[in-house]
Structures are given as structure tokens and as C-alpha cells.
């Protein structure tokens, strides 16, 4: 087990070096003297000459070699730099873990901004991830139960039905319908859970219902699947003329061997959830780290932000991918031996 631990950290690692470095390539060099014209054009205007783009290249670095930039950059991460952006000479401070600073508000630090937004993000994801996996094992699980009859046929179709709309359209119609006319959710938005946390689930109890009900249906349909394999399989029919009940046969027994897969998925949905769910976040007025990042797209562009979402969001997708696998040889000891 350690061992197998140890594997997947180490490739968890290198793969997370790897995302650092192409995040770095795309949006510090990829995008050649953009940034250092972008300043210039904000700082000067119609006074920015070729002399004086050369100038903001030169005070934002963008001249020195690749590996040079690509080693401050990691410096940065772990022990702070300071940054030019390009206007004046004056270096401004950017303390550990440093991401960058934003130009779009008022040259913040980017991590400041990370911490302030992710909070409202973490809340909404844990809160509809929670509703849409229980809601599709269990709804799976029924429908695999009673498989072939009208509630597993009707379940079915409705997943189907819910799964063919657009999310965004479900969540601008909850929006318009549940919150601007019927006020049955008057007001939504991220409140601070430490302030007042019943205002925090009232304020976010729509999204979670919109995230879990529109998510739950691959849950269900998936779930299913795996249930009807497991069911068919002969230890359950062993359990089952042991003599024990039912709802224990499916429950304990069967959807302990089917909820491996779902996991996997699971994990990927979860990490996708925590790099900021945007139209979520737009439509119900929650300031994330989607709403951040669509803002920061904005002219002009705050590549810092940019960046700094897309780095963030790919190490969430690997560390949930590593959890996925130790969780994996809990739940399936075949995988610590292969």
C-alpha cells in the first residue's frame, strides 16, 4: 500500500511540474511582448512609441531567457519575487506563494485574490457535489432494483430529458422564475459561512438544488449500470438466499462493488467544481473564482489572473485524481496488486 502510495504522489508531482511549465510556456512567453504592449497602451496611450514598448519589455523581463523566467517563476511559488509591470522602474513586492499581480484590480496580489474568491467556490462545490452523488447512486440503485419496471423506465427517460438541457438555461430559468418572480429563493450569493451560516445555505441552496439536480442524472444512469452488472453477479444471489434483506443485499453488498467506477467520475466532477463552476457563479451573482476568471478576460486582460486559474485548476484536477486512486485501493484491494 505504501508503496503504491508513494508511485502515485511521485507521478501526481511530475505531472504537476509539467502543468507549471506549460502554464508558464502559453502565458508568459506564448504570448510574446502582448503583455508589455497592453501596459504600455494603459500607461501612455497614443504616446506609446516602439521605443517605449522596448522599454516596458525590458522592465517586465521579457527579454531574458526562457529558463531564467520559467526559475523566478518558481522561486515566486515558494519564496516570493518582485514584479515590474512595466510603467516605472518601481518593483512591486510579491510575497509567497506568488501568482502575479492583477492589473484589473488595482494591482492586487493575485493570491490575496484566491484566497478572498475560493471560499465561495469550495462552499458551492462541496454543497451540489454532495447533492448529485448521493441523489444518482441512490436513484440508480432503485432504478437497478427494480429494473424493467414502469419507475426504472420513467427514471431512466427523465435523466434523459434533464440531461438534453443546456445547464445554463436550467440555471437562468431557476434564476428568472425561483428568484426574480415566484421569490421562493429571494436572494442568492455566496455569504460568508463563518458570518451567518444559515444565510450561507439560503444564499446558496438554489445553485446546490441547480448543480446536484442537473448533475445527478449521469449518477443515476451510471450507477444503474453498474448496479444491474453487480446484481447479476453470484455472491449477491448467494446473499440473497442466505436470507438477508433486501434493501442490505443492494445497499451494502452490491453498491460496494459498483460505486468504484462512480468514483473516478466523481472525482473529476469534484475537482472540475473547485476550478470554478462560471456560469453558476455568473448567473447567481457569486463572487468565485469563475466569476473571477471571466472577469480577468476583460480588457484588458489580466494574464496574472488567467494563469494563475488555469495553474490552480489543473493541480486540483491531479490531486483529485490522486485521492481518486488511494480511495481506489480502499475500496478495490485487486488495485494495490496490480
Known amino acids: 500500500m505504501a508503496g503504491f ?23 508568459f512567453k506564448g504570448l510574446g511582448d502582448a503583455p508589455a504592449n497592453q501596459a504600455c497602451e494603459r500607461a501612455l496611450k497614443d504616446r506609446c512609441t516602439s521605443e517605449a514598448r522596448e522599454v516596458f519589455a525590458e522592465r517586465m523581463d521579457l527579454r531574458k531567457p526562457l529558463t531564467e523566467n520559467y526559475k523566478n517563476f518558481v522561486v515566486g511559488i515558494f519564496k516570493g ?38 471560499p465561495a467556490t469550495l462552499t458551492l462545490a462541496v454543497g451540489g457535489a454532495a447533492i448529485y452523488l448521493v441523489l444518482g447512486v441512490v436513484l440508480g440503485s432503485v432504478a437497478a432494483r427494480r429494473r424493467g419496471s414502469a419507475l426504472d423506465r420513467g427514471m431512466m427517460a427523465s435523466t434523459l430529458v434533464i440531461s438534453s438541457i443546456p445547464f445554463y438555461l436550467v440555471a437562468l430559468l431557476s434564476w428568472i422564475y425561483l428568484t426574480q418572480q415566484a421569490q421562493v429563493f429571494p436572494q442568492t450569493g455566496y455569504f460568508p459561512i463563518t458570518d451567518n451560516p444559515a444565510k450561507t445555505a ?22 444503474r449500470g453498474q448496479m444491474v452488472d453487480v446484481l447479476s453477479e453470484d455472491y449477491i444471489r448467494t446473499a440473497s438466499a442466505k436470507g438477508l434483506r433486501s434493501n442490505r443485499v443492494v445497499f451494502k453488498h452490491g453498491l460496494r462493488a459498483a460505486i468504484v467506477p462512480v468514483i473516478t467520475i466523481f472525482g473529476l466532477d469534484f475537482a472540475t467544481l473547485l476550478a470554478g463552476t462560471v456560469f453558476t457563479e455568473r ?40 485521492i481518486v486512486d488511494i480511495l481506489y485501493s480502499f475500496l478495490d484491494p485487486r488495485v494495490t496488486v496490480s
Not at 504522489?9 to 507549471?20: G, I, N, R
Not at 514584479?83 to 492583477?102: E, F, N, R, T, V
Open 5 to 27: 502510495i508513494v508511485r502515485r504522489l511521485l507521478t501526481a508531482f511530475l505531472v504537476v511540474v509539467l502543468t507549471s511549465i506549460f502554464v508558464f510556456v502559453l502565458f
Open 81 to 118: 519575487r518582485e514584479i515590474s509591470l512595466g510603467a516605472s522602474p518601481q518593483k512591486y513586492a510579491c510575497p509567497a506563494p506568488c501568482l502575479g499581480i492583477s492589473i484589473g484590480n488595482g494591482n492586487a496580489l493575485v493570491t490575496d485574490e484566491l484566497k478572498d474568491k475560493y
Open 202 to 223: 439560503a444564499g446558496l441552496l438554489l445553485p446546490w438544488l441547480v448543480i446536484g439536480l442537473t448533475n445527478a442524472t449521469q449518477y443515476a444512469r451510471f450507477s
Open 283 to 322: 448567473i447567481f451573482g457569486i463572487d468565485g473564482i469563475g466569476n473571477w476568471s471571466i472577469q480577468a478576460l476583460r480588457n484588458p486582460l489580466d494574464f496574472s489572473v488567467i494563469s494563475a486559474a488555469v495553474l490552480v485548476s489543473a493541480t486540483l484536477v491531479v490531486l483529485a485524481n490522486l
